[in-house]
């Protein structure tokens, strides 16, 4: 049987990730269908479709999908899965919020976050905020998988043109009411995707000096990141968190600062290509993942490693 | 309005874990164990609405072993006016959890149950949503903020764009993100006061629920380690090992 792959979208285009579970999900069976559930969603099914390892996509609109409401979208792909051996999507917030639901009215215990496909039934996921790695064997006869999109590549998003079947719709859930979205809009690269990401701890000590890690990102075409302590403290909003229970990033190049590093950042933030440290606690647990580190006053390093920048000839972006 | 929080005993998020050699877990003997850290501020958040005068009573529950009871006993000490243990022994799976939660909603009839977004320990991130399917209920998952208006609330989820929020008729789940709020600490006299508080205890095999495991584990392992890295004198030398010895920039 095929895998059914649910693809994330805003009604306009695909959400990046859905790329990433695609690959995952080719991993697990090369037929891969996917479903898309949106409102005027029409121009994002024709992207899935295009995607070369999607083999059909599933179409379903509704007003009452608009807002990708968990209790709207769990009917109609409970009642697609007959025809499936796997349920895959992203666990990111969109995933992580839609995939128990589905797994329940299926009597399946879902398996989350997986980094690794081992086999169509067994998968490696991370535990404690990354500090064990757990081999995981599902024996459901269906299974309801969520991937961590930084540890499969994005697919191929051109040059396929697989046929859109239109699915109807299910009765809407009227108890639960969309109000409001409040999207941070930015013209920098997204904080899971980006190349580079730039983070800020406490040691910022207030959101006004986040403008140093602003200027800096600037100059290096970087998402801004933060752990939750910086969070917490209301110096930046919380689409910006790196960790445990925010965002997990695996950037070619990650720079802390002034984050101490406790193990719920490390979780989000170690399987980095190069990670930097600058910090004035030499003992700060970041040192132990850094490949440099500099111990360092962060309101002195910051302007001279802008200074550094400027210097060079050109920069990588 | 009555309010059902469920809580789970974790190790401490401060313990570094440690792999067992054999690859069967994690060491937990001997190691600090609390509450799972967002069921605190579940806790917190039913305690909050109480003493605002929107909710009759708070019931905290938990399902796990003997030891698990220490997490319902901490929640009656901020504010929690009774406590259920449901007795298990060994590790469920959250799909085994949510079902046996279920049966306690049947019991307790609550208009709202709260906990934590994810357990820290296995990471899930599923019970919420799988016990709200099962009682075909509204779920609002990763909630910073939530406002009681008569018979719906309004509540304010953390997802990766930036912020949504929704309206849900009660009966609801709401699973708790940990900016929902700040957790108090229990006093010694609310300590003491909490030891005197009712906590009914039912075995997991009364409740006629299947929690057999679905999921085996195969095998628990410690992650590759990081080659460790150097330190640099100052800005200058770090600026030019990002651009010509790692060539990231």
Same mark, same amino acid.
């Given at each position: 049987?095929?895998?059914?792959?649910?693809?994330?979208?805003?009604?306009?285009?695909?959400?990046?990730?859905?790329?990433?579970?695609?690959?995952?999900?080719?991993?697990?069976?090369?037929?891969?269908?996917?479903?898309?559930?949106?409102?005027?969603?029409?121009?994002?099914?024709?992207?899935?479709?295009?995607?070369?390892?999607?083999?059909?996509?599933?179409?379903?609109?509704?007003?009452?999908?608009?807002?990708?409401?968990?209790?709207?979208?769990?009917?109609?792909?409970?009642?697609?899965?007959?025809?499936?051996?796997?349920?895959?999507?992203?666990?990111?917030?969109?995933?992580?919020?839609?995939?128990?639901?589905?797994?329940?009215?299926?009597?399946?215990?879902?398996?989350?976050?997986?980094?690794?496909?081992?086999?169509?039934?067994?998968?490696?996921?991370?535990?404690?905020?990354?500090?064990?790695?757990?081999?995981?064997?599902?024996?459901?006869?269906?299974?309801?998988?969520?991937?961590?999109?930084?540890?499969?590549?994005?697919?191929?998003?051109?040059? @396929?043109?697989?046929?859109?079947?239109?699915?109807?719709?299910?009765?809407?859930?009227?108890?639960?009411?969309?109000?409001?979205?409040?999207?941070?809009?930015?013209?920098?690269?997204?904080?899971?995707?980006?190349?580079?990401?730039?983070?800020?701890?406490?040691?910022?000590?207030?959101?006004?000096?986040?403008?140093?890690?602003?200027?800096?990102?600037?100059?290096?075409?970087?998402?801004? @990141?933060?752990?939750?302590?910086?969070?917490?403290?209301?110096?930046?909003?919380?689409?910006?968190?790196?960790?445990?229970?925010?965002?997990?990033?695996?950037?070619?190049?990650?720079?802390?600062?002034?984050?101490?590093?406790?193990?719920?950042?490390?979780? @989000?933030?170690?399987?980095?290509?190069?990670?930097?440290?600058?910090?004035?606690? @030499?003992?700060?647990?970041?040192?132990?993942?850094?490949?440099?580190?500099?111990?360092?006053?962060?309101?002195?390093?910051?302007?001279?490693?802008?200074?550094?920048?400027?210097?060079?000839?050109?920069?990588?972006? | 309005?009555?309010?059902?929080?469920?809580?789970?005993?974790?190790?401490?998020?401060?313990?570094?874990?440690?792999?067992?050699?054999?690859?069967?877990?994690?060491?937990? #003997?001997?190691?600090?164990?609390?509450?799972?850290?967002?069921? #605190?501020?579940?806790?917190?958040?039913?305690?909050?609405?109480?003493?605002?005068?929107?909710?009759?009573?708070?019931?905290?529950?938990?399902?796990?072993?003997?030891?698990?009871?220490?997490?319902?006993?901490?929640?009656?000490?901020?504010?929690?006016?009774?406590?259920?243990?449901?007795?298990? #022994?060994?590790?469920?799976?959250?799909? =085994?959890?949510?079902?046996?939660?279920?049966?306690?909603?049947?019991?307790?009839?609550?208009?709202?149950?709260?906990?934590?977004?994810?357990?820290?320990?296995? #990471?899930?991130?599923?019970?919420?949503?799988?016990?709200?399917?099962?009682?075909?209920?509204?779920?609002?998952?990763?909630?910073?903020? +939530?406002?009681?208006?008569?018979?719906?609330?309004?509540?304010?989820?953390?997802?990766?764009?930036?912020?949504?929020?929704?309206?849900?008729?009660?009966?609801? +789940?709401?699973?708790?993100?940990?900016?929902?709020?700040?957790?108090?600490? =229990?006093?010694?006299?609310?300590?003491?006061?909490?030891?005197?508080?009712?906590?009914?205890?039912?075995?997991?095999?009364?409740?006629?629920?299947?929690?057999?495991?679905?999921?085996?584990?195969?095998?628990?392992?410690?992650?590759?380690?990081?080659?460790?890295?150097?330190?640099?004198?100052?800005?200058?030398?770090?600026?030019?090992?990002?651009?010509?010895?790692?060539?990231?920039?």
């Amino acid at each position: 049987m095929a895998v059914l792959l649910i693809a994330e979208h805003n009604n306009k285009e695909l959400r990046p990730f859905t790329l990433n579970a695609a690959t995952a999900a080719s991993q697990i069976d090369s037929d891969v269908h996917a479903v898309i559930i949106g409102q005027n969603s029409a121009d994002a099914a024709k992207q899935l479709s295009e995607l070369p390892l999607v083999k059909k996509v599933l179409s379903i609109e509704g007003a009452h999908y608009e807002n990708f409401t968990a209790e709207n979208f769990a009917p109609v792909i409970v009642k697609l899965a007959e025809n499936y051996s796997h349920i895959v999507c992203s666990a990111n917030t969109f995933g992580k919020n839609l995939m128990p639901r589905i797994a329940a009215h299926l009597d399946t215990s879902q398996v989350s976050d997986i980094i690794k496909v081992i086999s169509p039934d067994t998968f490696l996921r991370p535990i404690y905020a990354g500090n064990a790695f757990a081999t995981i064997k599902s024996n459901d006869a269906k299974k309801c998988v969520t991937i961590r999109p930084t540890s499969f590549d994005p697919c191929e998003s051109t040059g @396929g043109s697989a046929p859109i079947e239109k699915v109807d719709a299910s009765e809407e859930f009227s108890s639960t009411k969309f109000i409001k979205r409040e999207e941070i809009k930015s013209d920098r690269p997204e904080l899971g995707t980006a190349r580079i990401v730039v983070s800020g701890g406490r040691g910022m000590q207030s959101g006004d000096n986040f403008k140093l890690i602003t200027e800096i990102a600037d100059k290096l075409g970087a998402a801004i @990141g933060a752990s939750r302590a910086a969070v917490d403290a209301g110096y930046i909003s919380n689409d910006h968190q790196v960790g445990q229970t925010g965002k997990v990033v695996v950037p070619d190049l990650y720079i802390a600062v002034g984050i101490s590093g406790a193990i719920q950042h490390l979780a @989000g933030m170690k399987e980095s290509k190069v990670i930097v440290a600058i910090n004035k606690d @030499g003992e700060a647990p970041i040192f132990s993942v850094a490949d440099y580190g500099l111990e360092a006053d962060l309101f002195e390093a910051l302007p001279q490693f802008m200074e550094e920048l400027n210097k060079l000839n050109t920069i990588q972006k | 309005m009555k309010i059902l929080v469920a809580v789970k005993r974790v190790i401490d998020y401060n313990v570094q874990i440690r792999v067992k050699e054999d690859g069967t877990g994690v060491v937990t #003997d001997n190691v600090k164990m609390s509450t799972n850290p967002p069921d #605190d501020n579940a806790i917190e958040e039913a305690v909050k609405i109480k003493e605002a005068g929107k909710a009759t009573e708070v019931v905290a529950v938990t399902v796990g072993e003997e030891k698990a009871q220490e997490t319902v006993r901490k929640a009656l000490a901020v504010g929690a006016d009774r406590g259920i243990h449901v007795k298990v #022994d060994g590790i469920l799976e959250p799909l =085994a959890v949510s079902k046996i939660l279920q049966k306690i909603v049947d019991k307790e009839k609550p208009d709202l149950v709260f906990m934590g977004k994810q357990a820290i320990d296995d #990471d899930c991130n599923q019970t919420g949503q799988m016990l709200s399917a099962l009682l075909n209920w509204p779920q609002a998952t990763f909630a910073s903020k +939530i406002d009681v208006k008569d018979n719906k609330l309004e509540v304010t989820r953390e997802i990766d764009e930036g912020l949504e929020t929704i309206e849900i008729n009660v009966p609801a +789940i709401v699973t708790c993100d940990l900016r929902l709020n700040e957790p108090r600490y =229990a006093s010694l006299p609310n300590i003491m006061k909490a030891k005197k508080k009712p906590i009914e205890e039912i075995a997991a095999s009364d409740l006629g629920v299947d929690v057999s495991p679905r999921l085996e584990q195969l095998k628990v392992e410690e992650p590759p380690k990081r080659k460790a890295g150097i330190k640099v004198a100052n800005v200058a030398e770090l600026v030019q090992k990002l651009k010509n010895e790692a060539k990231v920039i």
